[in-house]
């Protein structure tokens, strides 16, 4: 059974800095692309950054291209999300997402694990 379980959220003033770490247990996280996505009330979950299997190809949207960056850590199973330059639309509860396919997607629907989500906050 693979369980993703995120941290690191909370407030933030703009321009401030986050690091989302997504704890991945049960399975190696290295057998997965990766994705973060993010959800505002009322609004569809939202692609942010997303990682291929291997790591060699990585995608963050135009939006937060720059200031929010993907990586992995495979010694501690971990996702992360660095987020610099934070801009109050940033604000919305993030989650991340494992897909068995090798490369990631925008699609939420194509992963096929989650985790609970987490809400960053950020004040102007």
């Known amino acids: 059974q693979v369980q993703l379980v995120e941290s690191g959220g909370g407030s933030v003033q703009a321009g401030g800095s986050l690091t989302l770490s997504c704890g991945v247990s049960?399975?190696?996280?290295?057998?997965?692309?990766v994705g973060w996505f993010r959800q505002t009330p009322g609004k569809e979950r939202e692609f942010v950054c997303g990682?291929?299997?291997?790591?060699?190809?990585?995608k963050a949207v135009n939006s937060v291209e720059g200031r929010l960056t993907i990586f992995r850590d495979n010694a501690k199973n971990t996702v992360n999300l660095q987020m610099n330059s934070l801009k109050p639309e940033d604000t919305a509860v993030y989650y991340c997402?494992?897909?068995?396919?090798?490369?990631?997607?925008?699609?939420?629907?194509?992963?096929?694990?989650w985790g609970q989500g987490i809400q960053v906050t950020v004040s102007s």
């Open positions: 997402a494992l897909a068995t396919m090798s490369t990631w997607s925008t699609r939420a629907d194509l992963y096929n694990y």
């Open positions: 049960g399975r190696g996280v290295r057998n997965y692309a």
């Open positions: 990682s291929s299997r291997g790591a060699a190809d990585t």
